[in-house]
């Protein structure tokens, strides 16, 4: 009976196409955009959190002037070396301090020239800023000292100055000096805030003082504490020992500002959270139109179903076997629309996030509550109808007008 | 199943049957008692003028309406007081209806049509396919049975859904103007296949209709008249056609 059931469901499905194809595609597009929204909503959350976390954990990024961004540090003081000194040997509960000068270079190797930043620090920059190595060696402390022309190199510049050959001990032209290759960075990809993080010169801060900037400033100090719990208190002891040294009185307020990544990064997640929500619903609101639509074309079909349905009884059919047709086609059409808009949603989370560069990630969550929606609408909206129809005596339902 | 009252043998039997369709104002009494018996193997025409109830007579005799009041017997079996699933085994069971409109299954073929009553009994396809066929043949379909309805005349929708009716071998067949729309040829053809129904399958026949003619091949003629049986007599042979 059931098999039986099955084969009259399908047969009408078949025979009605358009109204089953216009059933389907509510369901189809209201799933998709709902599973669409919020896998691309997770992977740039995902995304935002890889790449804040990629500039290095448990970092605060020490400036001067009273907020960050261009014209933040006008009138105030830079830091110098010492300052970093007094942070590395007076603070407690950090893992690295380092400087950070930087300058904008044009940078030749043979025919071929390319801009980028060259970043004067120390041996401890490349545990405070997360950088590892693909190749080679970071500077020693000797060459650091002795401000030498080395250099460790982005992944960026391996590939667009060396067509990613191997560099180590090249020579590459940067601005006006020659500066010899000796590492290379692993790459991270692009920063929270869209730029390349791998196209980047590290080499001794001294280098960069004397033959880049010309001056002994640095402009900004990068620290790592040693528990992603302590950032809090390890920035309120380089807050106050910076006032100190910087003579700040009690009722003056900061000359210089001290950033939390670990804040940019929840900022940043939380902000995407709640982007990934309002799409999210946005797109739950076109699930529920979807839903609307086939309640639509089933009122729509009701006549014509409800006289199919006293014809069915009339010639013997019984009441829960006419509900049971129905209800298999309601499940059937429902949970079609539901697989298609699972895998329209699929292929287009696949190509949107390749195309935004951020990961995909499989929510399962997600497609079985689409899929388990898309089902119910289609059953509530399918089978109501006809549970009224198969109700009526048969002569009352063939008379339906 | 047995009878136990006056005529043994008595298939169906009807006893003060009343229908009053609306309520209140609009109330209209469309049956006012309606008394008949009908035996096993009987050809019955049912006359009358229009409206005075014949189709509400038939659609309470096949299960498809219930009465006001009165009783139905079927097989001595009470159908007033039987639940909708238990009408509904016995319309599977035991009756086949050709409807005065048809009521095909639109956009479904002929012959998916005449299946299904035997798809609701649980015959296996082989079965039903070839069973479908042999009626849509013995109404002069054959050829016709990939055809929907809307691609078939009215005569021939009245032929498959008579095909529909006959496809199960019902005990008994109940025809609301089978003819209705044919020309007289074509409804002596269908006269004569009830005529073999009957005679050869055995069927008890009730059929409604407006033609002496037709009425003419039936073994006994009831007349309605305003929602009684206003005459009840055997069909006198050598004055069938008045
Ligand atoms: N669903 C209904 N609601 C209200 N009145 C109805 C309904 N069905 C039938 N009637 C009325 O009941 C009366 C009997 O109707 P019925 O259909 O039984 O007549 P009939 O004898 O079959 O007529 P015809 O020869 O035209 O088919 C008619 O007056 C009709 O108007
Ligand atoms: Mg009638």
């Known amino acids: 009976m059931i098999w039986n059931t099955l084969l009259l469901a399908l047969r009408?499905?078949?025979?009605?196409?358009l109204r089953s194809f216009l059933t389907i595609?509510?369901?189809?597009?209201?799933?998709?955009?709902?599973?669409?929204?919020?896998?691309?909503g997770n992977g740039a959350t995902q995304s935002i959190s890889d790449q804040v976390s990629s500039l290095g954990s448990n970092l605060l990024m020490v400036?001067?002037?009273?907020r960050m961004g261009p014209g933040g540090s006008a009138g105030a003081p830079m830091f110098k070396l010492a300052d970093v000194q007094a942070i590395a040997t007076q603070v407690s509960g950090i893992k690295a301090v380092a400087p950070e000068t930087r300058k904008a270079v044009s940078v030749v190797v043979g025919a071929r020239n390319w801009s980028s930043v060259a970043t004067g620090s120390t041996r401890d920059y490349f545990t405070a800023a997360g950088w590892t190595l693909s190749a080679g060696r970071i500077f020693t402390e000797a060459e650091a000292r002795g401000g030498q022309a080395v250099c460790v190199i982005g992944a960026t510049l391996q590939r667009e100055l060396f067509g990613g050959g191997d560099p180590l001990g090249e020579s590459m032209r940067v601005a006006d000096f020659s500066c010899q290759v000796i590492g290379v960075l692993a790459a991270k990809g692009q920063s929270a805030f869209g730029s390349d993080q791998d196209d980047t010169i590290v080499m001794p801060i001294r280098t960069v003082q004397r033959r880049l900037t010309g001056d002994p400033d640095v402009r900004t100090i990068l620290v790592s504490a040693n528990d992603s719990n302590a950032t809090e208190a390890v920035k309120v002891r380089v807050e106050t020992l910076l006032r100190e040294r910087r003579k700040i009185g009690a009722n003056?307020?900061?000359n210089f500002n001290v950033l939390d990544t670990k804040q940019i990064a929840q900022t940043l997640s939380t902000t995407t959270r709640i982007m990934t929500t309002l799409l999210g619903a946005v797109a739950a609101v076109s699930l529920l139109v979807g839903g609307i639509g086939i309640m639509n074309i089933m009122l729509v079909s009701v006549t014509e179903r409800t006289r199919e349905i006293g014809i069915r009884l009339a010639i013997g059919a019984l009441e829960h076997e006419v509900l049971l047709q129905f209800l298999i086609e309601a499940v059937v059409l429902s949970s079609l629309g539901g697989?298609?808009?699972?895998?329209?949603?699929t292929g287009a989370s696949i190509g949107l996030s390749s195309l935004m560069s951020i990961p995909y990630l499989f929510d399962p969550g997600i497609n079985l509550l689409s899929f388990g929606i898309s089902a119910l609408i289609g059953v509530v909206f399918g089978f109501f109808p006809a549970r009224r129809a198969a109700r009526l005596d048969p002569i009352d339902a063939l008379r339906h007008e | 199943m047995s009878a136990m009252h006056d005529a043994p043998e008595a298939l169906i039997r009807l006893a003060g049957i009343t229908k009053v369709y609306g309520s209140g104002q609009a109330a209209f009494q469309a049956l006012r008692g309606v008394?008949?018996?009908?035996?096993?193997?009987e050809f019955v025409a049912v006359m009358g003028p229009s409206g005075s109830g014949k189709s509400t007579v038939m659609n309470i005799l096949g299960c498809l309406d219930t009465p006001t009041s009165g009783s139905y017997e079927f097989q001595g079996v009470h159908v007033e007081t039987m639940d909708r699933n238990q009408r509904a085994l016995l319309r599977r069971h035991f009756l086949g209806f050709v409807f005065q409109g048809f009521n095909l299954l639109g956009r479904t073929s002929a012959l998916e049509n005449v299946e299904l009553p035997l798809l609701y009994r649980g015959e296996p396809a082989a079965k039903r396919h070839a069973a479908a066929r042999a009626a849509l043949a013995q109404v002069g379909l054959d050829g016709w049975e990939d055809h929907t309805?809307?691609?078939?005349?009215?005569?021939?929708?009245q032929r498959v859904a008579i095909a529909?009716?006959?496809?199960t071998n019902p005990a008994v067949l109940l025809a609301d103007e089978p003819t209705g729309n044919l020309d007289s040829q074509r409804s002596v053809e269908i006269m004569e296949l009830l005529t073999e129904l009957n005679r050869q399958r055995g069927i008890t026949i009730l059929m409604v209709t407006h033609e002496p003619d037709m009425a003419a091949y039936a073994h006994r003629q009831v007349h309605f008249v305003d929602g009684r049986v206003d005459s009840d007599a055997r069909t006198p042979a050598l004055e069938a056609g008045t």
Request: hydrophobic letters at 50%; glycine letters at 12%; zero cysteines.
């Open chain 1, 12 to 17: 009408e499905i078949r025979r009605n196409l």
């Open chain 1, 25 to 40: 595609l509510g369901i189809v597009i209201g799933v998709a955009a709902v599973i669409t929204m919020v896998t691309l």
């Open chain 1, 63 to 66: 400036r001067p002037g009273q």
């Open chain 1, 252 to 254: 003056e307020d900061d």
């Open chain 1, 339 to 345: 697989l298609i808009g699972v895998a329209l949603a």
């Open chain 2, 35 to 41: 008394d008949l018996s009908i035996s096993a193997g």
């Open chain 2, 149 to 157: 309805p809307a691609e078939l005349s009215g005569g021939q929708q």
């Open chain 2, 164 to 167: 529909r009716a006959i496809v």
